[in-house]
């Protein structure tokens, strides 16, 4: 075959993969695995102001919430500029028609660089949940039905984190799980008669139902005891753990009683403010957390047995994140320090061993956390830098870098459908064909 035919085979194969790849859903904040990472493939690569930008819509206000993406319907948490007010919305993922739009709770406050809508919703494929910083928690069903709300601070007492409530929900084999691991005195009104309790809670997605509260203990103090990370699964030996961090302390639980399964304390000299913002991430058998204010990413490895305890394998200090979940993605752990080095590390997650590390281009700082997919590992700024980098590999590899002037943007890139999902201060861009 002549090579010009060979050209054209392979991009008319390449063509008739994309087209009929079925589309992986981004149903919850860090999406389809809980990692960061979606198997979608043909997503872009490059594009402009004019070209590869399949549509733009307006949105009430700011929000560091990440889009979710489910069946062929795109919802997204806002504020409403000018109000008090807090915004659900739902566009059609095709064309980005505004499908329905719900007012749910309000709150004045504001925060340094946060609103109290910066939670992501998730969704479960016929129910999608929405959880606000003053406690609203909502479920609508796909058409905007709205089938249960509670307010989980006036069920479960003051939400009392420094910075505002910004926990995600995360669905999970039929139930829906909230955090609510937070300083034992509030900082505000409403008062507390006892010192506040930490908890994991799982409700039934159905009907809001409290199905079991766990309550989780630390010897942290003052900010040290909050955590604005969302629980992620864990399967292991075909059993699967709910993890959880913050307090200076990881813990394991089972999903069907909420039980405490095994606790790791990966930060032992306690200091006032070591509040933790990022996710755990899990690959390899390994469980991977961050330290507060760049103090690290650590790698666990769980109990072997039931007389052994979890231990930390690695540590990994040189450009650790402050906000930013590390991402996993096929067999590489990737870690970006968006605010001091603007810095992005590929590690081998068995040993911690730095496979390459570079300085991401663009003005920061750098909130959001990174996505993959493709081979292609995307970021973006508080400025609206959107920089792609080269998933993989043995080098640092800028493949494109862009900018929309929207700020300010703390929302991390979705991936679904092979388009990507932004969310600006301003409107949602879909990008891809």
């Known amino acids: 075959m002549s090579s ?3 050209l054209v085979v392979s991009l008319a194969w390449i063509l ?38 399949a549509w733009v819509s307006p949105l009430p206000g700011p929000s560091g919430a990440t889009a979710v993406v489910s069946m062929g319907r795109v919802f997204v948490t806002s504020a409403v500029k000018g109000t008090p007010e ?15 739009r719900k007012t749910v709770g309000s709150d004045p406050r504001r925060f340094p660089r946060n609103n109290l809508a910066s939670p992501s919703p998730a969704a479960d494929g016929t129910r999608v949940f929405f959880l606000y910083g003053e406690g609203t928690l909502v479920a609508f069903d796909y058409d905007g039905k709205e089938l249960w709300s509670r307010g989980i601070e006036k069920d479960y007492g003051n939400l009392s984190l420094q910075f505002g409530y910004s926990n995600s929900p995360m669905v999970y084999d039929g139930r829906l799980y909230v955090t609510l691991v937070r300083r034992d005195k509030p900082y505000r009104d409403p008062p507390a008669s006892a010192p506040l309790d930490s908890f994991l809670l799982a409700l039934d997605p159905s009907t809001g139902r409290e199905l079991w509260k766990q309550t989780r203990k630390t010897n942290a103090f003052d900010e040290g005891m909050e955590t604005y990370s969302t629980p992620v699964p864990f399967v292991r030996n075909g059993k699967t753990e709910l993890l959880l961090t913050g307090g200076d302390f990881i813990t394991a639980h089972d999903p069907a009683t909420g039980g405490e399964l095994w606790r790791i304390e990966y930060w032992k000299d306690k200091v006032r403010d070591s509040r933790i913002i990022p996710s755990l991430v899990t690959g390899e058998g390994l469980i991977f957390g961050t330290r507060h204010k760049h103090e690290g990413v650590f790698a666990v490895e769980p109990p072997m047995g039931e007389d052994q305890t979890a231990r930390i394998l690695w540590e990994f200090t040189e450009a650790a994140p402050d906000c930013s979940t590390p991402l ?7 870690v970006f320090d968006g605010l001091k080095r603007k810095t992005m590390t590929c590690l081998d997650p068995k040993t911690g061993r730095t496979v390459w590390q570079g300085r991401v281009p663009g003005s920061g700082p750098w909130w959001s956390s990174p996505t993959g997919a493709d081979g292609k590992l995307y970021v973006i700024s508080e400025a609206g830098n959107i920089v792609a980098l080269q998933a993989g590999g043995d080098e640092f590899k800028v493949l494109f870098e862009t900018q929309i002037k929207e700020p300010e943007i703390q929302a991390s890139i979705s991936i679904s459908g092979g388009r ?9 861009y879909c990008i891809g064909k």
């Open 4 to 6: 010009l035919k060979h």
């Open 16 to 53: 008739v993969s994309c087209m009929v790849a079925g589309a992986t859903d981004w149903p919850q904040w860090r999406g389809p695995f809980f990692n960061g990472s979606s198997d979608e493939q043909c997503v872009p690569a490059s594009w402009s102001a004019t070209e590869g930008i």
């Open 86 to 100: 807090f915004a659900a919305l739902c566009f059609d993922a095709a064309t980005g028609k505004l499908l329905w």
């Open 328 to 334: 996993f993605y096929d067999g590489r752990l990737y």
């Open 420 to 428: 990507l999902f932004v969310r600006t201060a301003q409107n949602l």
